[in-house]
C-alpha cells in the first residue's frame, strides 16, 4: 500500500476528488441495493463490452446507438467491495496532490478521459467478444501516471507491518510506480491465468495520465510566467 508523505505547504481546497470518491460510493451502494436480475440489466447495459470497437464500422454503429458512452459509465460500476475499495484509496492517495497541482477541472478531465481511454484499450485488447468491463481502476491508472509526471522527485510510505505494529518507510515514488508499471506489463500477457483483470486498461490509463500531466503542467508554467511579466 503506498502513502503519500504530506507536505508542509498550505493545501487549497479541492473538490473534485472528494466529488468522485463520492460518486462512486453512491453508484456502488445504488447497484448494489437493487434485485438481482435489475443488478446484471444495468451492468450489461452500461458496462463496456469487450470486442466492440474493433474496427471502423462498430465505431460508427457505437455512436450511433450512444455505446461508446460506456467506456465513461462503466468508471462508476464495480464488481465488488474489494474491487471499489482498492480504486477508492489510490483515488485519494494519488487524486488529492495532482488536483492540488492541476486545479480540479483538470482532474476531472483526466479521471473521465484517461478512464475512457483505459476502458477502450481493453476492450480492443480482450480477444473474447463481450467480456464487461467495469471499475475504476484504468482512471486510477491515469491518476497514478499524472502523479509520477507531476511530482517525480516524490516519495511514498509504503506501510510495512512489522508483528503488531505498522512501520513508514519513504521510497522514491518513480521507484514504486515504476515497479507497478512493470507489473502492469508483464500481467498484460500472463495476467488472464491468474483473474479477469483488464491489465491493458490499466497501462493505457496509466500512459495517458502521463501525457496529460505534462501538458498541463506545462500549461499551468506557461500562464504563471505570463502572471508575472515574464
Do not use: C
Not at 460506456?70 to 462508476?76: D, E, G, P, V
Not at 463481450?130 to 522527485?153: E, K, N
Not at 505494529?165 to 491465468?193: D, E, N, R, S
Not at 506545462?218 to 502572471?227: C, P, Q, V
Amino acid at each position: 500500500m503506498f502513502v503519500t508523505i504530506p507536505g508542509r505547504e498550505r493545501i487549497p481546497f479541492r473538490w473534485a476528488t472528494p466529488a468522485l470518491f463520492s460518486l462512486l460510493w453512491l453508484s456502488f451502494i445504488t447497484v448494489e441495493l437493487m434485485p438481482g436480475a435489475e443488478q446484471r440489466r444495468l451492468l450489461m447495459e452500461w458496462g463496456a463490452l469487450s470486442g466492440g470497437l474493433a474496427s471502423p464500422d462498430a465505431w460508427v454503429q457505437s455512436m450511433r446507438t450512444g455505446s461508446v458512452w460506456r467506456l465513461f459509465t462503466a468508471l462508476f460500476l464495480h464488481a465488488d467491495w474489494a474491487h471499489l475499495l482498492g480504486n477508492l484509496v489510490f483515488l485519494l492517495i494519488f487524486g488529492l496532490p495532482a488536483e492540488r497541482t492541476m486545479g480540479p477541472w483538470r482532474l476531472l478531465v483526466l479521471f473521465l478521459f484517461g478512464g475512457a481511454v483505459a476502458n477502450l484499450a481493453a476492450v480492443i485488447a480482450i480477444g473474447t467478444p463481450d467480456r464487461l468491463i467495469i471499475g475504476a481502476s484504468g482512471a486510477v491508472s491515469a491518476l497514478i501516471g499524472a502523479y509520477l509526471a507531476l511530482f517525480p522527485g516524490a516519495k511514498l510510505g509504503v506501510v510495512v507491518p512489522l508483528g503488531l505494529f505498522l512501520q513508514f518507510v519513504k521510497v522514491p515514488a518513480p521507484l514504486l510506480i515504476g515497479v507497478w508499471a512493470l507489473l502492469q506489463l508483464v500481467f498484460t500477457f500472463i495476467g488472464p491465468a491468474f483473474g479477469a483483470v483488464a491489465w491493458s486498461a490499466h497501462l493505457a490509463g496509466f500512459a495517458f495520465g502521463g501525457v496529460f500531466a505534462l501538458i498541463a503542467r506545462a500549461g499551468i508554467a506557461r500562464r504563471m510566467r505570463r502572471r508575472r511579466g515574464f
